[in-house]
């Protein structure tokens, strides 16, 4: 992962335990190209599942395990959606290969809470970034 993408998403923010790989592997240890290589790795022929992690609600629900924050202004979600876009993109220019995708999973807070422009942005969605890469 890049630092200027783990800190445009802030780093209190990012994914406990559905990132892939899972977060017991990332340490100081592991670099750029560490994570790069286990991207190429994947197999083109299993499915893979893409999970998007939205950490935004506009109020706290009681029962909530997400890691996520409460905000009443879009401007957080807007830059948060930039820099997913942005890894989204660079996911899709290392795995350079077509990749089933069976499941495309929201999680960490409220993704209704954006809308689809602040999503998609000017580039495309974030999603159909990484299919558009699986179809080359």
Sequence with gaps: MRL??????????LPRYTSYPTA???????????Y??????????QPASIYLHIPFCRSMCWYCGCHTSVTKKDDPIAVYTSGLRTEAHLVAETIGRRLPISHIHFGGGTPTIMTPE??????????????????R
């Design 4 to 13: 200027d993408l783990a800190h445009s998403y802030g780093l209190d923010r």
């Design 24 to 34: 017991p592997h990332f340490s100081p240890g592991i670099s750029e190209g560490d």
């Design 36 to 45: 790069r290589s286990w991207l190429k790795t994947l197999s083109s022929r």
């Design 118 to 135: 602040t999503f998609c942005g000017s580039r495309g969605c974030a999603p159909l970034l990484l299919l558009r890469a699986a179809r």
